[in-house]
């Protein structure tokens, strides 16, 4: 598989559609796994990049190089991603930032679940998590974004970041001690 250059997205950038259709090869599968970890259905996670490669295509002129393309289209598919299931909600929760405060944490504070929770027992916990904590969580820990990036991602405020994140996390160790100590069905 040949490497997409800048080469290739200035010939994407004059609409040719084989270097699209390349750079379209190249990405597809990794964005489709990064929308489906978001929208969990594939013909949702489909339907996911299918949009966001044709924002990235309409939007190329944006693309400045700073970043890798491949960051910069996951930015994309996250965000078209996150656009989706609030328009399935059809509403979200707005936060009243006025009321969230700052939980700094121990540095030493760790991400430890016990050895006998499984994968499939944490994905199952996030995903039960309110989606304003969902998505900082799956941000953060899963997508590897910082606190600043998410702040961009999601249009809220680095403090609403670490708050939520910080809530997340509690949420989601109470729903996996839970599983451990057989409180849950």
Excluded at 9 to 29: G, M, S
Excluded at 48 to 62: E, G, R
Aim: aromatic content about 10%; some cysteine; glycine content about 2%.
């Amino acid at each position: 598989m040949k490497v997409v250059t800048l080469d290739n997205i200035e010939l994407c950038k004059q609409n040719n559609r084989k270097a699209q259709l390349q750079v379209y090869n190249q990405y597809c599968d990794a964005m489709y796994h990064v929308a489906l970890r978001f929208v969990h259905h594939t013909a949702e996670a489909e339907d996911v990049v299918q949009d966001a490669f044709i924002k990235a295509f309409s939007k190329l002129h944006q693309f400045k190089g700073d970043v890798t393309f491949g960051a910069w289209l996951k930015r994309i598919v996250i965000n078209k991603s996150i656009d989706y299931l609030k328009s399935k909600k059809q509403r979200l929760v707005e936060l009243d930032e006025v009321h969230l405060k700052v939980i700094d944490t121990d540095t030493s504070d760790k991400w430890l679940v016990e050895d006998t929770t499984t994968l499939d027992q944490i994905k199952q916990a996030i995903n039960s998590l309110p989606d304003k904590y969902r998505y900082v969580v799956m941000l953060f820990l899963i997508e590897g974004y910082d606190h600043q990036e998410i702040a961009e991602i999601l249009n809220i405020t680095e403090v609403a970041s670490r708050t939520q994140l910080s809530r997340g996390k509690v949420k989601l160790q109470d729903l996996l001690k839970h599983n451990h100590y057989g409180e849950r069905y």
